[in-house]
């Protein structure tokens, strides 16, 4: 059976400012700052409502960033109210939040979205409560999540890898955090992941570049580039890298959260 081919639009929520090189890209230039963008990816296609993946930073309350020493940007066009109306949608239309993990920048509004279920691996909701990567996990965002858990048919706690209708596989990897999860979409340009925070800069961390010279060696014999280089910021190096390496060996298109090349090669729509 052929499997429904679903449609995916980047919405670009925020910029982040002030970040470590080194805290992107693992031993990359520590002391150097720049900017990065924010996004959510709305999935829409035949049979499904409107998913939602990520909810950025809490809208009410940039200066969240500021506990990691970053800043926090959001033009009035980047709400997402402004970014969902851009494709016709609105908060109330979203039948699920899809979580890539919980992070102060990826779990900020789910408050706003009244009809959507809550869906992420149960290993990263109780990741996010034992207190081991600090104010990433901002106690606004777990308070709110946990209580929902005791909403009848608010929040599904996956456990095992799956589909979750057909064409959207979700699947559990660990490294970056330790229930982190990739959203594997059918796209009209083949298997899209949605990689969270797995990779934050596909070029830096994944092709050959004047950087790294031994992501650049693994192509002296037309091999394809497969990333040895994991994030800065990870909670199991070994398991960080090989989560990389997964998403270049399977996937046609790669949307992390905070890479704007995503933008360069695909524009807004997938
Ligand atoms: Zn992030
Ligand atoms: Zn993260």
Redesign the pocket.
């Given at each position: 059976m052929t499997k429904p081919v679903y449609k995916i639009n980047v919405l670009h929520t925020a910029d982040l400012g002030m970040i470590d090189c080194s805290f992107l890209v693992n031993k990359f230039n520590p002391g150097e700052k720049v900017n990065v963008p924010v996004f959510s990816y709305l999935i829409t296609g035949p049979d499904i409502p409107p998913l939602l993946v990520d909810t950025g930073i809490k809208e009410d309350q940039l200066d969240i960033m500021n506990r990691l020493g970053m800043v926090a940007y959001q033009a009035p066009e980047q709400t997402y109210a402004a970014q969902l109306a851009k494709w016709g949608y609105e908060k109330e239309d979203i039948g699920a939040i899809l979580h890539t993990?919980l992070?102060i920048?990826?779990a900020g509004n789910d408050p706003d979205f009244p009809n959507a279920k809550i869906i992420m691996p149960r290993r990263e909701l109780m990741f996010a409560v034992a207190d081991l990567m600090d104010a990433?996990y901002p106690p606004e965002y777990i308070t709110y999540l946990v209580e929902q858990i005791h909403v009848p048919g608010k929040v599904r706690l996956i456990d095992d890898d799956g589909e979750l209708v057909p064409g959207i596989f979700l699947e559990i990897t660990e490294g970056?955090?330790w229930g982190s999860m990739n959203i594997k979409v059918n796209t009209a340009k083949g298997l899209a992941i949605i990689c969270?925070?797995v990779i934050y800069d596909e070029q830096l961390q994944c092709r050959a570049n004047p950087v790294f010279a031994e992501i650049a060696a693994h192509n002296q014999y037309d091999m394809e580039p497969f990333g040895d280089r994991s994030t800065g910021?990870y909670w199991n190096l070994w398991a960080a890298k090989a989560a990389v390496q997964k998403v270049m060996r399977e996937a046609d298109v790669i949307l992390p959260i905070h890479d704007a090349l995503v933008l360069e090669k695909y524009g807004y729509e997938i």
């Open positions: 993990h992070h920048d990826h990433q970056h955090t969270g925070d910021n």
